[in-house]
């Protein structure tokens, strides 16, 4: 969903409201405990169904710690609907009827439980829960305490799943949920704070209060996690917003966000933002930027962490390549960094200027230790990169060793944009002149327009509505949600949309992620529901 920025103003008032019922329901929120022993409770437990599945697992945002969004098993078709489930109770519209809610990525592990983020109330509060990929039903469920920071836009909450099985959840006051052995009904969910959980049980609201995790939980191929958080001035204990490291034994390392670059303003991780981490698991990459307020375009950096110590290796200023001045990193936005095959970084941003780009923005690309800027693309905002094995695209007769799909709205309303919203295979190496603009992009290998008119828009099309989508290599084909209420399976040997399944009526809403479970169905986000769609 894209606004304007003419109407922005209506939702810094909505922004207040969020802040209002954040600060309610504090001390309602206070339980989950400070000891890595402590249990939470919870739900009804029911005993899966042994559908003997053992496959890939989709392990988070992005599906893996690259964010390449590749699946490790072939699709099934978009024959019908398998189940749905709720993944917000009582979503809250917008008087124009639009819902401005980032839902997070389902998890699913090897044995197919998909365990997704379930908000249950019309605030801001949340639970966990654990479903058979084959029947829906539900295996466990953990409330969850978790509080977000500020916002404007509600930012995803979003679950991470280890090698070695364990699930993570975000909790209040920088606390984590975690419980081993995630298909099991009788695990027991326990708790880790990352600065002490003695610390955080001398005064637990206090700390609610004070430290929000702000970004999604990754987990790197040791099982460890990463995640950012956000603590307000002055907060207990002395902790600044940061980036927290926390070992599969519970150790904890965390470094400030404060004196990572050379700009005071640069004061905290970039809301939304997904941590990477290199396939060589040595370094993280990660987005800050400054606070945000109102009339201020937030500015940002990527930095190259050390994945071990979070000490600085490199970083890089994020720039308009059009405007060469600071892009805007928006809080609103799930743009995360996406690590292709070779180590190369891509990393969405908006343009400087409002509607200089027709608030589509850049896709910004860079070499392994951000020394190079290379090739900026075309975009489409709040999206993350996904990777396209150049095998997937027949046609393809150029020299990358890869290709990226991004999203490629072209939004009404916005400069000269005319609603001829597409999806786009990209050369990240080959170079074309830009459809807007003079600036040289990447190369458009591939684009589909897409299907439904949009009634508001002569000529136009509604917008796709995705911010990460995910890629089959089997099938050679990438599964994309729109916001006319359809899946569609874009097969890119023939470059048409060539099947489609009807999940609501379609509505104006933050985009969502696709994800494959472990037995090919597919997994989309509409109107507040997860679906999951197979044969």
Partial sequence: MHINENSRHVWQGRALQYLLAVTSIITLLSCGGGGGSSVVTGGDVIPPRDTQVNGPAWSGFGRNAQHDAISGIATQPLNRILWRTGVDLAPQYSTAGYLF????????????????????????????????????????????????????????YNLTLTGSNRIYAPGAGGKVYYRDDADSATATTQTLVFYGDAKYAADKVLMNASVFINTPITADAQNNIYFGFIAVPGSPLGLSSGFVRITAGGKATWMAVAGMTDDTSIVKPATNSAPAISADQKTLYVVVNGNAATGVRQAGYLLALDSTTLAVKSRVRLMDPQEKAAAFISDDSTASPTIGPDGDVYIGVLETTVNAHNQRGWMLHFNADLSQTKLPGSFGWDDTASIVPTSMVPSYRGTSPYLIMVKYNNYARSGSGDSKNRIAILDPNASQKDSISEQQVMTEVLTILGATPDPNWPGGVYEWCINTAAVDPFTRSIVVNSEDGYLYRWDLATNTLSERIRLTSGLGESYTPTAIGADGAVYAINNAVLFAIGR
């Avoid at 605030?123 to 916002?151: K, L």
């Fill in 101 to 156: 809610y980032h839902y997070g990525s389902p998890v699913i592990t090897a044995k197919n439980t998909v365990i997704l983020p379930v908000k249950s109330e019309a605030a801001d509060v949340y639970r966990f829960e654990a479903r058979s990929g084959t029947t829906g039903a539900q295996i466990w469920s953990v409330p969850s305490d978790y509080i977000m920071p500020a916002h404007r836009w509600t930012p995803s």
